[in-house]
């Protein structure tokens, strides 16, 4: 028989200390008090606490101390605090207050704070690869286009070029006055480019050694090892979702709804859940319906909306590509099929 948890704590977690809230079975508040958000200190203020429910927002923090928490015999809630107004829409917030929030939630009905589930250690280890080599490509991005700047004064305009290939190009075109104050901006860049390498090849080792159903969903052209492994990474268990389509909701890419009568406007992509995921099957969605992008259902679908002109069509394709491609990988990921570039080629047209 499993042990009745009459302790109910809220946790309202910042850098330096999380302000503790406890309450009884009846509500009653039994203590308020702060301790510093660390390790040792949390462990030692839970570790030998009967089993308590105990609840916190999600945040840099929550993901180790909920599994600390948890190694401690505790049942822990990670509130998404974005869904529960009492604390996202509060006009008088304050740490005691926060924290007494979640605990009366938690106590109610853990339901109530539309608790979400943190990934393993591993697993977010993994996610910090993937996020850290965008950070390099972000890097590297910004220098380029620093490079460009400073040489326009010159009289310079640098040749067209990837990034990846951008120092080999345009070497030769840099103005004899620029080119002392631009040399070490493009050795950074070289550098840049170098560790990028690098993080590509980790990519495709964790890919291959601890996530091969990214193999599954590589059979789509525009999504390599980056993308699938992100895309894994970010759903975690697609059996949390009873239908493939729930998942473009999930990541974002459904446009809002404010129907009114005769009136139901065009309105922009709701961007809940994950932007770093929505944003790489954005840059898949654009390859697939650029230049290099292989005939397909998916391409197709995307052109016959960008061809309904102007610049924002072409925006409302790219991302109407990328909700119908989170879908398809879903799709492939939980029945294993073999992937038909263009079944359904029709369809998905005329449904639009």
């Known amino acids: 028989m499993s042990q009745r948890i009459t302790l109910f ?33 949390v462990l030692a203020r839970f570790s030998h606490r009967p089993r308590t429910r105990i609840a916190l927002e999600a945040g840099t923090h929550s993901p180790w101390m909920s599994r600390l928490l948890e190694g401690c015999g505790h049942e822990v809630y990670v509130a998404d605090s974005r869904r529960i107004p009492l604390i996202s829409a509060s006009v008088s917030k304050d740490d005691r207050r926060d924290a007494e929030s979640l605990a009366r939630l938690v106590r109610s009905d853990p339901l109530l704070l539309s608790p979400i589930r943190h ?17 390099l490509v972000q890097s590297r991005t910004a220098l380029v286009n620093r490079v460009r700047g400073l040489v326009k004064p010159f009289g ?3 040749p067209r070029s990837s990034t990846r290939a951008f120092t080999r190009k345009v070497r030769d075109h840099i103005p004899a006055g620029a080119k ?32 091969p159903v990214t193999e599954q969903l590589k059979q789509v052209n525009g999504v390599g090892p ?5 895309f894994v990474l970010t759903i975690a268990n697609p059996h949390l979702f009873r239908k493939s389509r729930s998942v473009g909701s999930y990541l974002g890419l459904r446009p809002r709804r404010s129907a009114s009568g005769a ?32 005939d397909s259902a998916l391409r197709r679908f995307g052109l016959a909306l960008a061809a309904r002109g102007g610049k924002a069509a072409k925006k409302r394709a790219v991302i109407a590509v990328a909700r119908k ?10 029945t294993g099929e073999t992937y038909e570039p263009l079944r359904g080629a029709r369809e998905l047209v005329v449904a639009q």
Do not use: F, N
């Open 9 to 41: 704590v809220g946790l309202d977690v910042s850098d330096r200390y999380t302000q503790v809230c406890v309450l009884d079975d009846a509500g009653v508040v039994l203590e308020e008090s702060r301790v510093a958000t660390a390790k040792e200190p």
């Open 119 to 135: 990934r393993g250690e591993q697993e977010q280890a993994d996610r910090m690869t993937l996020q850290s080599r965008d950070a």
């Open 156 to 158: 310079a305009q640098l």
């Open 180 to 211: 002392e104050a631009v040399a070490p901006l493009l050795r950074v860049i070289d550098a840049l480019s170098e560790e990028i390498k690098l993080a590509d090849r980790q990519v495709e080792q964790i890919a291959a050694e601890r996530y």
């Open 226 to 230: 980056l993308t699938s492994l992100a």
């Open 263 to 294: 009136s139901d406007p065009q309105l922009r992509i709701t961007k809940a859940g994950d932007p770093w995921m929505r944003k790489t099957l954005v840059q898949s969605a654009q390859y697939m319906l650029g230049p290099h992008g292989q």
């Open 325 to 334: 491609l989170a879908v398809l990988l879903h799709r492939l990921w939980v």
